[in-house]
């Protein structure tokens, strides 16, 4: 069973860059499909990008061209790299992951079974 727990989360004026890290615990993390979902006060978590452990990915449109999700399984550490971000960003951001073992790289919150505790990163204007 692999635990993660996130890191890098704070507060970035719009336009600015911010770097999250999820660290896994586990033997098993590099057979993990990995993702990041994102909660904002009052909405449902949301999908926001995920890879598999072959590092392929996938983005919500929202935020294509702006952040990159990508995993060093050497170190068990998953990161997400957040460029030009905007107050619309602000949430409290989750990892997740689950044994990447479907044809499809999961999207959907319920298809993961192991999440960190979650980091806030807010979006001044």
């Known amino acids: 069973q692999v635990q993660l727990v996130e890191s890098g989360g704070g507060l970035v004026e719009a336009g600015g860059s911010m770097r999250l890290s999820c660290a896994a615990s586990?033997?098993?993390?590099?057979?993990?499909?990995m993702a990041w979902f994102r909660q904002a006060p009052g909405n449902e978590r949301a999908f926001v990008a995920a890879?598999?452990?072959?590092?392929?990915?996938t983005y919500v449109d929202s935020v294509k061209g702006r952040f990159t999700i990508s995993r060093d399984n050497a170190k068990n550490t998953l990161y997400l790299q957040m460029n030009n971000l905007k107050p619309e960003d602000t949430a409290v951001y989750y990892c997740?992951?689950?044994?990447?073992?479907?044809?499809?790289?999961?999207?959907?919150?319920?298809?993961?079974?192991?999440w960190g505790q979650g980091t806030q990163v807010t979006v001044s204007s």
């Open positions: 997740a992951g689950k044994l990447d073992t479907t044809i499809m790289l999961p999207t959907i919150q319920g298809s993961y079974d192991t």
């Open positions: 586990g033997r098993t993390f590099s057979r993990y499909a």
């Open positions: 890879i598999r452990w072959l590092g392929s990915s």
